[in-house]
């Protein structure tokens, strides 16, 4: 009786974790595309500032619940000293939009928060609202943006758009961020090199993981370590094992699982091989021809070398500087792989974590060679080389420099944490209300916001790269190829030029209108190539890592008198005494 109570609890138990996560579990790579609500039950109306919420009060109090707004959102400088940037986070916007509806509870909530004198029609009011009335043009997610562009114009009843604020500006600049660095890693890198991303461990909480996961992939990398991001978005997951488990084992006699089944078809006969024996075997052949002395080889890394290699005889990627890199790891791998290989399996390679990686992975490949000429396998000098351990840009540019043999590089902390910028620093602003104009002045000239609705178009060259993204008024008609057009910096007078487009791009796509999403929404994977193919057309120079040349942001003719005479209108007019 004891032991079935005891059963009943743990059955409990188990029921409401499974109740807690079946929000999540409701989201795997299958169906995610066919359940279109947010993933993170966080985000939500309540993900706000209070400010928002004391703003919609007085916007409701004094009449202004039925003004039709529009706002921009959009950044003034691009991230880690570049000169572009990846707008990402559109498709979290349009699940939060879809599922903007502030519940009882949060009514309750707002109603011990809010002076007891708020009216208590405002709180049915705030129940009663959702985003049918609200319209999102943006541009496509995946896309290079760059300042003063807005990358999402928003147009709605007043408070309903500004309530939106806080949480699209989350959604948006972490995403944007993230992917941004992520892509810069890959350019440093170069396109042949495998990324892989690590760093779910030192993330900024669960969230923070996840985002960075589905966001550096994005980017350009190819795999995340991170196991539920793979669940939910369909990236290639990759890991092995961690140094934990090579020091947890000091001799062979250890290693319980002894024997491996051979590959059909291999030389080896098909009842499973003893594969300590085999190992001794090749102990003295590789450490002759690695030039290490066998009594240096740690036996506690081979024995657990061998477990691993039991275990996953198909996947064998083994972490070799536990104790030593060239004394230890680097044979005690040759010496598994070797074995493998009689039994018909291909080791995959190794992971390095500390230690001069450069240096190390020359070493590495010296070895790989000397095998495969050895035992006369050529595949064998093809085997990854995979580096970890706190890199970051700059680090991928020296190991360039050094002229290193990574083939794969695992990078985390510098990565998901985007270690030389915290923020993009988006912003939201009134652009327009009831068809009015509305400018934000400051004596900072970046701060200056363009009034009115703009739509956004990009201008390129004969040689198919993009010149620069010219704003014009929705009234205006949209530019020609062929067709001269005139670009001037939307506030320096003296900076203008003639461009002679070979194609135009309009950037803007209604994403949401009429409580709906307006068209079909790309995978994780489409917006992924999207990315890649449009830094593609990038020229080299906007690219660079060292003084990148600045792409060029412009306004039409019309758009630019019409932004400086609402700047002369509000300005006031100084006094001098």
């Known amino acids: 009786n004891i ?17 807690k996560r079946s929000c999540v579990d409701g989201f795997t790579s299958s169906d995610y595309r066919n359940n279109f609500h947010v993933i993170n039950q966080l985000v939500q109306p309540l993900l706000t500032d209070l400010y928002q919420i004391t703003m919609a009060y007085a916007y409701w109090k004094n009449w202004k619940h039925y003004d039709r707004a529009v706002f921009d959102l959009f950044f003034r400088n691009n991230p880690f000293n570049g000169e572009f940037t990846i707008f990402a986070g559109l498709e979290e916007c349009l ?18 928060l809010l002076p007891e004198k708020t009216e208590p029609e405002f709180f049915g009011y705030l129940r009663s609202l959702s985003a049918k009335d609200v319209t999102v043009y943006a541009i496509a997610e995946g896309s290079l943006v760059f300042p003063k562009v807005p990358l999402m114009r928003i147009e709605g009843p007043l408070p309903v758009v500004q309530l939106m604020e806080t949480t699209l500006l989350n959604l948006v600049d972490y995403a944007s961020l993230v992917t941004t660095n992520a892509a810069r890693h890959r350019l440093a890198a170069g396109p042949e090199k495998e990324l892989i991303e ?52 000091s001799s062979l006699s250890e290693v319980q699982t002894r024997t491996i089944q051979p590959v059909s078809g291999s030389e080896q006969s098909q009842s499973p091989v003893k594969i300590v024996p085999l190992v001794s075997e090749y102990v003295g052949q590789v450490s002759d021809v690695v030039g290490v002395p066998s009594t240096e080889i740690n036996e506690g890394e081979l024995a657990a070398f061998i477990a691993y290699a039991v275990s996953f005889p198909a996947g064998f990627l083994a972490l070799i500087d536990t104790y030593d890199v060239v004394s230890s790891g680097l044979p005690n791998f040759c010496i598994v792989a070797l074995v493998l290989n009689e039994l018909g399996y291909r080791a995959v390679g190794v992971r390095i974590d500390s230690g001069d990686l450069a240096y190390l992975s020359k070493r590495v490949q010296m070895a790989y060679k000397a095998i495969a000429e050895k035992f006369s396998l050529p595949w064998f000098a093809d ?8 890199i970051n840009e700059e680090t991928l540019m020296s190991l360039n420099s050094q002229g290193h043999c990574i083939t794969a590089f695992g990078i985390g902390t510098n990565l998901v944490t985007c270690q030389t910028q915290s923020a993009l620093g988006c912003v939201f602003k009134l652009v327009e209300v009831d068809d009015q104009p509305r400018i934000k002045l400051s004596q900072d000239t970046n701060k200056i916001t363009m009034p009115g609705r703009k739509e956004a178009y990009r201008l390129y060259g004969r040689d198919g790269s993009p010149l620069v993204d010219l704003l014009q008024r929705v009234e205006e008609n949209p530019p020609e190829v ?17 461009v002679q487009p070979a194609r135009v791009e309009r950037l803007y796509q209604v994403f949401w209108k009429d409580n709906k999403i307006c068209c079909d929404l790309p995978s ?26 600045p792409y060029k942001v412009s306004a039409s003719e019309v758009l630019y008198d019409y932004i ?3 700047w002369l209108k509000h300005a006031p007019i100084g006094q001098l005494f």
């Open 3 to 19: 032991e079935a109570a005891k059963l009943s609890v743990v059955e409990t138990m188990a029921s409401d974790c499974e109740a």
């Open 95 to 112: 699940r939060f939009i879809n599922d903007f509806r502030f519940t009882d509870s949060d009514v309750s909530y707002l109603k011990q």
């Open 198 to 249: 690590f760093g779910l461990r030192r993330a900024q909480g669960p969230d923070g993981g996840v985002s960075a996961s589905r966001y550096s992939f994005i980017g350009g990398f190819d795999a995340t370590s991170n196991v539920l991001a793979g669940k939910l978005f369909g990236i290639p997951v990759r890991g092995t094992h961690a140094h934990a488990f090579v020091s947890s084992f």
């Open 383 to 390: 085997l990854k080389i995979v580096a970890s351990n706190q």
């Open 482 to 498: 062929g067709t001269k057009v005139l670009c001037r910096h939307p506030f320096q007078a003296t900076k203008r030029a003639h």
């Open 524 to 549: 994780t994977l489409e917006i992924r190539n999207h990315t890649q193919r449009s830094l593609e057309l990038l020229r080299v120079d906007h690219k660079r890592a060292l003084n990148p040349t």
């Open 564 to 566: 400086h005479s609402m």
